[in-house]
């Protein structure tokens, strides 16, 4: 079992920028990252990153968000520059452990234009 808490949501204009983090309750060797869920819309990936460095990231975030991790807090970053309207939705934290995933209880970012 691992609790993950999130944070860093907020309401921001179109163009700036936010940073989320979450951190985990025990170490995690797994993969940790971010989904987003927008209203009416299915949860969809938006980006993770491996205990060694390997990133993945959804089209519509590569060269704005960037994902990192501090292994030794146990937290997952995520730096949204560039903001869009339509980058508004609540985010979620993922944890891998031993394959199952575990959820946090979301962030919600609100992007005005």
């Known amino acids: 079992q691992v609790q993950l808490v999130e944070s860093g949501g907020g309401l921001v204009q179109a163009g700036g920028s936010l940073r989320l983090s979450c951190a985990a309750s025990?170490?995690?060797?797994?993969?940790m990252g971010w989904y987003r869920q927008a209203p009416g819309k299915q949860r969809e990936l938006v980006a993770t990153?491996?205990?060694?460095?390997?990133?993945n990231y959804a089209d519509s975030v590569k060269g704005r968000f960037t994902i990192s991790r501090d292994n030794a807090k146990n937290t997952v970053y995520l730096q949204m520059n560039s903001l869009k309207p339509e980058d508004t939705a609540v985010y979620y934290c993922v944890s891998y452990l031993a394959g199952s995933p575990y959820w946090g209880q979301g962030t919600e970012v609100i992007v005005s234009s």
């Open positions: 990153r491996t205990i060694s460095g390997t990133t």
């Open positions: 025990r170490s995690i060797i797994g993969t």
